[in-house]
């Protein structure tokens, strides 16, 4: 299933870099400004801000991937 990888940088308290990813059907958000409008109100959500810990969300610094089909690994 195609979807959209949406990455926004994240800081610590102590300065420490970090990342957090949403993804995104793209049957549901078929645009790259779809998705990354829906991310920039996610970031904001409660549970966003509890899985970083707290962590400074930058989404002026977001970045949109487009996957074609998720990723079938086995370990």
Known sequence: ???????IPTVTADQRPGVQVF?????RWPMESQARSQARQDVDSADAIRHRRGAIAR???IRAIWHETYENREF
């Open 1 to 7: 299933m195609a979807h959209w990888e949406i990455k």
């Open 23 to 27: 993804t995104y059907p793209a049957e």
């Open 59 to 61: 989404p002026e610094a």
